[in-house]
């Protein structure tokens, strides 16, 4: 079956600009999570929803950062003003609970440079 | 609050070598404990999981047990194979909360 997609795969950005990406998660898993994961690091929570519920953004590093899941499928993150610093891999994870019973199942990520 | 440190990379070793990637934890309360690896071009898959002390997770080859008393989840192979060269991450969980990561280590095997 068709895993978590995202796109698009790479995004190149001048700095200042508004950027949008997209995560279809694996259809019927309530719990969709996004991660930053810079270069060479491991990935960093970034913010977690159960169905359209945004129950976690602790890890939004700035107001820049916005998630919806509005219909509790595909999930948008959304950085406006992007900055150099944001350059990194954005990777979405999607699973059927919210609990360490279930698996996260991620996407290929979407790959941002901020020139 | 929680944290995983996992031995630096890159590991170089020959094909057949044994492998262990070091990888301790702290964490509040009685975490779940992954390894996840990633290949060249592709997304995270998760290798294997132990969710509770003295658990043992295993998968193609690859194994790892939860020491509560170390604070460890180390990642064992007792023969690798070139297949086998990615990065791999080591990642804990505590009941409702995220994934934490390491930073991944970076496993380089020549044929």
């Known amino acids: 079956g068709a895993g978590v997609s995202q796109s698009p795969r790479y995004k190149v950005a001048k700095r200042g600009q508004d950027v949008a990406l997209r995560c279809d998660p694996i259809?019927?898993?309530?719990?969709l999570f996004w991660y930053q994961q810079a270069l060479g690091q491991g990935p960093e929570f970034l913010t977690y929803?159960?169905?359209?519920?945004?129950?976690?953004k602790s890890g939004l590093p700035s107001d820049r950062f916005f998630a919806e899941r509005p219909e509790g499928s595909v999930s948008t993150l959304k950085i406006q003003r992007t900055q150099q610093e944001d350059s990194a891999v954005y990777l979405c994870?999607?699973?059927?609970?919210?609990?360490?019973?279930?698996?996260?199942?991620f996407g290929p990520g979407t790959r941002l440079t901020v020139t | 609050g929680n944290s995983v440190t996992q031995m630096e990379g890159p590991v170089t070793l020959s094909e057949e070598a044994f492998l262990t990637i070091n990888c301790t934890y702290t964490?509040?309360?009685?975490?779940?404990l992954f390894w996840y690896v990633q290949y060249p071009g592709e997304g995270l898959q998760l290798l294997l999981k132990?969710?509770?002390?003295?658990d043992k997770g295993s998968n193609k080859g690859f194994e790892a047990t939860y020491r509560k008393e170390t604070t460890s989840f180390h990642l064992e192979k007792g023969s690798v194979q070139v297949s086998d060269s990615a990065v791999y991450f080591c990642?804990?969980?505590?009941?409702?909360?995220?994934?934490?990561f390491g930073k991944g280590t970076m496993l380089l095997v020549s044929p």
């Open positions: 994870a999607s699973s059927w609970g919210g609990s360490s019973d279930y698996e996260q199942y």
């Open positions: 259809s019927g898993h309530v719990s």
């Open positions: 929803f159960q169905n359209e519920a945004q129950l976690d």
């Open positions: 964490a509040t309360g009685y975490p779940s």
């Open positions: 132990a969710t509770k002390a003295d």
């Open positions: 990642a804990l969980k505590a009941g409702y909360s995220t994934l934490t």
